[in-house]
């Protein structure tokens, strides 16, 4: 073999880039050996679920504005939002467990539902209808009776013998 202007053979330096590369290639390899040793799931691990629905009236139309009160009932802890003008609602970042869900819209009765079950990376949906609410009215009568007027004595009126009879 002829050797290089350097005094090195071709094959030698072929042969000691090869042998410098090696601990890169082996740190390549060992990293894809770690990452399959570990599935994906381990890396994002959710603990979140959310509750969504819509909020509509007795034909079906959506409530805009109505008050949706999402209530953690092993902790007590509440979530207040209300629907938009399409009348959907949406309540993420909640804790598994179990909730109470109220709804409130004025004109309507109030919408309760219990055990509803917040699953991790789920969506849990309910849908409301809520029902045509009592009107009622509510009459504040204030008024006074006038006194007798126990200082003035220009007040009078005459009983006759006829109306005494009767």
Excluded at 9 to 17: F, R, T, V
Excluded at 32 to 53: C, D, E, H, N, Y
Excluded at 84 to 99: D, R
Excluded at 101 to 114: L, N, T
């Amino acid at each position: 073999m002829a050797a290089s202007a350097w005094g090195v053979k071709p094959l030698e330096c072929a042969m000691n880039s090869a042998f410098r590369a090696l601990p890169l290639s082996l740190s390549v390899v060992f990293l894809f050996v770690v990452l399959a040793a570990f599935p994906p799931t381990l890396f994002g691990q959710a603990v979140f679920g959310s509750i969504s629905g819509s909020v509509t009236d007795p034909s079906g139309a959506g409530i805009p504005g109505a008050k949706v009160i999402i209530i953690d009932a092993g902790k007590g802890v509440s979530y207040n939002t209300s629907t938009n003008e399409s009348g959907f609602y949406t309540q993420s970042h909640l804790i598994v467990g179990l909730y109470e869900i109220r709804i409130e819209a004025s004109g309507f009765g109030a919408y309760v539902q219990r055990n509803v079950s917040v699953e991790v990376d789920a969506v849990t949906q309910v849908n409301a209808r809520l029902t045509i609410g009592q009107l009622g009215q509510v009459v504040n009568v204030s008024g006074e009776v006038p006194l007798l007027k126990t200082e003035r004595s220009d007040v009078s009126d005459t009983i006759t013998q006829k109306t005494v009879q009767e």
